[in-house]
């Protein structure tokens, strides 16, 4: 007796059902076998990326982008510039605090020189005052002398000095001189007394005056 048209739709859904089965199947075992090749003894380990995906090292030149080259310019630039503004702003400073010892060593002078204009003799703090000499190695050449000013009293003072260079023969070639103002008792203030004379003929620094007023 032949099958009913109801029995052969019906054989023929399940072949189709099994052939699907079967494809996937072969499929499944085929991605298993792409995934683990290789494996080795390490079958479980993740597959190590291959050398192909290292960065092309060609593709970096070594060279910065304009844009960061320009600002390493500037900054250079900006550096070089606060540099030579701070030494011109310290050579300026320097010589500024010149000038104003300069102009407060000839204030001093002056003023020494008017204290001692009326003194007779060799004044009343001679005793206070000593001299040394200073070696031209130090001076530029210079002759000059120390001289050192102690307040020997109990109360404040000030003092004016005058050194006289002499020449060999005793004549005054040159007179300097100098001061200590508000000195307190026990104190003591060392200012130089410079000759302007040239090297030659030698001359001696002398102790010609010294007040205290």
């Known amino acids: 007796m032949k099958p009913s048209i109801a029995h052969r739709a019906g054989l023929r859904g399940r072949r189709r059902i099994l052939l699907a089965s079967s494809l996937g199947g072969v499929l499944l075992a085929g991605v298993v076998a792409g995934c683990g090749g290789g494996a080795g003894q390490n079958g479980g380990t993740t597959a190590q990326p291959s050398a192909s995906s290292s960065p092309n090292a060609s593709s970096f030149s070594g060279t910065p ?68 000499g200073l070696p031209r190695a130090q001076t530029g ?13 109990g109360s404040e003072a000030s003092y004016a000095v005058q050194v006289d260079f002499k020449d060999a023969s005793g004549k005054v070639v040159e007179t300097r001189y100098v001061g200590a103002e508000h000195l307190q008792p026990g104190k003591k203030e060392q200012p130089i007394a410079f000759s302007h004379q040239p090297p030659e003929p030698k001359l001696t620094p002398v102790l010609a005056k010294a007040q205290r007023y």
């Open 65 to 132: 982008p304009s844009a960061m080259a320009s600002s390493a310019s500037e900054a250079v630039s900006s550096a070089r510039a606060s540099a030579s503004a701070a030494a011109s702003s310290a050579s300026a400073r320097a010589s500024e605090f010149k000038a104003s010892v300069d102009a407060e060593t000839q204030r001093r002078s002056a003023t020494a020189e008017k204290e001692l204009k009326g003194v007779t003799g060799r004044g009343n703090a001679v005793s206070e005052v000593a001299m040394t």
């Open 141 to 153: 050449g210079v002759l000059a002398v120390l001289v050192t000013i102690t307040n020997k009293t």
